[in-house]
């Protein structure tokens, strides 16, 4: 498998504009988490869903941020409209929950946004 | 609430030299700990995962071990090599609380910074 997917891999926007992150997990697995990565708070949990239904999105930080995952293989993390302070690197991570399973997540390369 | 601390936050240490990274977490009702290797400017890399039923999970030069009832875990480098140089973060899993349930959060710690000087 080519483990997680995540495009793009930087972007650079202006404030107010509308951001789409994207994702792809690994095949199979059944939770899709999203994390953002910043100096001062380290890693965040932002939303999580199992068989593509958001199980907790308490971590999302205002309504300009949603998440959706139309189906097992595609999720987008989207924020409207965008601010300075939402620059950071935004991960996201699958895993596999069965009885008996590791629960082992594993992470994308990561998205790095930068809003100016 | 889990609360995962990880000390040092930073450590140097000269090539050859053993590495040890400390892990504690204040809630023992663990159901696996993970280990994590981040590159700058890259993602988080899984290097061992320790199941609660066991003491230490082995790779290669790595060894972690887990302490449970103290809530502590060490993650052992052998033999440090410039290549080593990474921040490492260690990661608690809950253990599982029924179908969909709102429990399946990862608690990090905020990492330590290796630099292995050649």
């Known amino acids: 498998d080519a483990g997680v997917i995540q495009s793009p891999r930087h972007e650079v926007t202006e404030m107010g504009q509308e951001v789409t992150l994207r994702c792809k997990p690994i095949s199979g697995h059944d939770y899709l988490f999203w994390y953002r990565q910043t100096m001062m708070r380290g890693l965040e949990l932002l939303i999580y869903?199992?068989?593509?239904?958001?199980?907790?999105d308490s971590g999302m930080p205002e309504d300009r941020f949603s998440a959706k995952m139309p189906n097992a293989s595609f999720s987008t993390l989207k924020i409207q409209p965008s601010e300075p302070r939402d620059s950071a690197v935004y991960f996201c991570?699958?895993?596999?929950?069965?009885?008996?399973?590791?629960?082992?997540?594993?992470f994308g390369p990561g998205t790095r946004l930068t809003v100016t | 609430k889990q609360e995962v601390t990880q000390i040092p936050a930073a450590l140097s240490v000269p090539e050859g030299e053993n590495l040890v990274l400390n892990c504690s977490f204040t809630?023992?009702?663990?159901?696996?700990l993970q280990w994590f290797r981040q590159d700058p400017g890259k993602g988080l890399t899984s290097l061992l995962l320790i199941q609660s039923s066991q003491r230490e999970q082995t790779s290669g030069r790595l060894n972690a071990s887990l302490d449970k009832s103290s809530g502590r875990s060490t993650l052992y480098i052998a033999a440090s090599q410039p290549g080593d140089s990474a921040t490492y973060l260690c990661?608690?899993?809950?253990?599982?609380?029924?179908?969909?349930?709102?429990?399946?959060?990862?608690?990090f710690g905020a990492g330590t910074t290796v630099t292995v000087r050649a």
């Open positions: 869903f199992n068989n593509n239904v958001p199980i907790d």
């Open positions: 991570a699958s895993s596999r929950r069965i009885a008996g399973a590791s629960y082992e997540q594993y």
């Open positions: 809630d023992s009702a663990i159901y696996n």
């Open positions: 990661a608690v899993i809950p253990p599982p609380g029924g179908l969909g349930a709102r429990d399946y959060k990862l608690s």
